[in-house]
T-cell receptor, first 114, second 112 residues
C-alpha cells in the first residue's frame, strides 16, 4: 500500500462545475496535509494546507480533512480552464516535525473543459 | 525577490558521467530538500538537509550525493551509479514552522 494515494485521473469536469479531488494516507499519525498544483513542466505551488479535522476554505478552494478515515480532499468551485493541472497531495508523516519531510501522492490530473 | 534558483533548466548526461545540479535559496531557510519526479508520478525524496554540514538520505538516495557547505546552497550530484537518472529534479526549502515548501523551477535531466 502506498503511503499517500491519489487517483491519477484524468478527472474531467465542465467549466463552472465543482471538481473534487481525493487523497488517502496510511500513517494514522500524520500531522499536516498539503495540496499543491503543478502545471505541466513546472514546479509545484502550494494551494492550501490543513491541520485540523473539518473544512478550510480559501476563495474557490476548500480542503477537507477526516483523520479518522485518513483522507483529505480538495474541492474547487466554479472550475476554470486555468485550473487544469496536476494536483499533488502531500502529507507530513508522524515524527517529521523536526525534519519537515513531506510524502507526496502521485497526483491527480484535472481537465476543465470550456 | 526571495526564492529558490535551480540551474541548469535542462541537462544532458552521457552514460558513465557524473553531473551536478545547482540549488540556491535566499529565503534564509535551514531545511532544504531534493526530490525526483518521473512522468505521471509524485515526488520522491532523494536527500534532505536540516542544517549546514549535515544531510540525510531520503527514500531513493542510491546513486546520488549532496553537500551542504553553505546555508544558501544544496547541490545534488547524479553519479554514474544512478542507472536511470532521466527525470525532473526539484529542489525545495521550508521555513522553520514547516508550513509551505518552496520549490525551484526544476532541472530536467536526460541521459543521451
Amino acid at each position: 500500500q502506498k503511503e499517500v494515494e491519489q487517483n491519477s485521473g484524468p478527472l474531467s469536469v465542465p467549466e463552472g462545475a465543482i471538481a473534487s479531488l481525493n487523497c488517502t494516507y496510511s500513517d494514522r499519525g500524520s500531522q499536516s496535509f498539503f495540496w499543491y498544483r503543478q502545471y505541466s513542466g513546472k514546479s509545484p505551488e502550494l494551494i492550501m494546507f490543513i491541520y485540523s479535522n473539518g473544512d478550510k476554505e480559501d476563495g474557490r478552494f476548500t480542503a477537507q480533512l477526516n483523520k479518522a478515515s485518513q483522507y483529505v480532499s480538495l474541492l474547487i468551485r466554479d472550475s476554470q480552464p486555468s485550473d487544469s493541472a496536476t494536483y499533488l497531495c502531500a502529507v507530513s508523516p508522524q515524527g517529521s516535525s523536526n525534519t519537515g519531510k513531506l510524502i507526496f501522492g502521485q497526483g491527480t490530473t484535472l481537465q476543465v473543459k470550456p | 525577490d526571495g526564492g529558490i534558483t535551480q540551474s541548469p533548466k535542462y541537462l544532458f548526461r552521457k552514460e558513465g558521467q557524473n553531473v551536478t545540479l545547482s540549488c540556491e535559496q535566499n529565503l534564509n531557510h535551514d531545511a532544504m530538500y531534493w526530490y525526483r519526479q518521473d512522468p505521471g508520478q509524485g515526488l520522491r525524496l532523494i536527500y534532505y538537509s536540516q542544517i549546514v554540514n549535515d544531510f540525510q538520505k531520503g527514500d531513493i538516495a542510491e546513486g546520488y550525493s549532496v553537500s551542504r557547505e553553505k546555508k544558501e546552497s544544496f547541490p545534488l550530484t547524479v553519479t554514474s551509479a544512478q542507472k536511470n537518472p532521466t527525470a525532473f529534479y526539484l529542489c525545495a526549502s521550508r521555513d522553520p514552522s514547516h508550513t509551505e515548501a518552496f520549490f525551484g523551477q526544476g532541472t530536467r535531466l536526460t541521459v543521451v
